[in-house]
């Protein structure tokens, strides 16, 4: 099951985040998801685990068990990294191992402090806050991800944690669209404005935490999970499947991209039979009416002394 982006390549609208994944499981994780069904792959160079990454992708097609071709690898650039771009992407390749990427995403509406390609940090100024650049712009960034299309580097281009008017400014400045948004959206975090003046303008939404994070975002941000929610766990119960099935699903039916990330072989199954079965439209219903437009993740106010959102 894919959607169709603008530029008519097709992203499976499932895939696996490997955010927070431990290196030394990736290996295993990533070839056992394959074997699984999985095709779509959500990487990042700030994950810091794209070789490892690579080296997983590397062998299930020497060995056969994937072709190439069959995969989507999306990958992006961090925000040290918006005055250099090309290099910077062709720094994720070399580590994943790929000739091109199927989604090269600008990882962050901002741009900081350069402190060298593939270094990944977020260098604060001497007074502890984010040590952000005010001589390149958002444009600048985009004008540089559409050379990596006519590149050869790159099939599609988009964006990652972009609001309303920043993802608008995109729309009217680039010569090629953005493909994707991937934004942080779950049951209590639906934002729904932002997926539909996305979704009219042609920019496919994936759902980055499409769990609301769980127990890796309790403990990080002290946040709440939309999974421990009384009305999800009735959901669940009626369709004999997990919360975080009924989750995935709804946000499927929304007609969002998922990409679920998790370290446990059989939740790895749980997640892609997500695709075997449908909630009804009173459910959906019920599930729009839980929004409390309460973000679980990416609080920057933080870690990088600055709160982007404000």
Not at 179 to 189: D, K, W
Request: charged letters at 25%.
């Amino acid at each position: 099951m894919a959607v169709t982006l603008n530029n008519g390549f097709q992203m499976p609208i499932i895939g696996l985040g490997v955010w927070r994944m431990e290196k030394k499981a990736i290996k295993d994780l990533i070839i056992e998801s394959i074997k699984i069904g999985f095709r779509h792959f959500d990487c990042a160079s700030d994950y810091k685990n794209e070789a490892e990454v690579g080296e997983a992708l590397c062998e299930a097609i020497k060995t056969g068990l994937v072709k190439r071709e069959e995969l989507f690898i999306t990958t992006k650039l961090w925000n040290t990294d918006h005055g250099h771009v090309v290099e910077a992407c062709k720094h994720s390749l070399k580590k994943l191992q790929l000739d091109y990427l199927d989604l090269y995403l600008v990882h962050f509406p901002i741009s900081i402090r350069h402190t060298g390609i593939g270094a990944t940090g977020s260098p604060l100024d001497e007074d502890g806050v984010l040590d952000i650049e005010t001589n390149i712009s958002l444009e600048t960034t985009w004008h540089a991800m559409e050379d990596l299309v006519s590149m050869g580097l790159v099939r599609s281009i988009g964006i990652s944690n972009y609001d309303i008017f920043l993802a608008r400014d995109c729309l009217a400045y680039s010569k090629i669209k953005p493909a994707v948004n991937q934004i942080e959206t779950h049951p209590y975090f639906q934002r729904e404005s932002l997926v539909n003046f996305c979704q009219k303008h042609g920019i496919c939404v994936t759902a980055h935490t499409p769990l609301g994070g769980a127990d890796a975002n309790t403990k990080r941000f002290g946040t709440v999970s939309c999974l421990d929610d009384p009305i999800l766990k009735g959901i669940a119960e009626k369709y004999k499947k997990t919360v975080a099935q009924i989750v995935l699903r709804w946000g499927i039916q929304r007609n969002t991209v998922v990409i679920p990330k998790t370290s446990k072989s059989e939740r790895l199954k749980e997640n892609f039979k997500v695709l075997e079965f449908e909630l009804a439209k009173e459910d959906m219903d019920v599930i729009q009416a839980i929004d409390k437009n309460y973000r679980s993740n990416i609080q920057p106010a933080k870690f990088w002394g600055i709160d982007l959102y404000a």
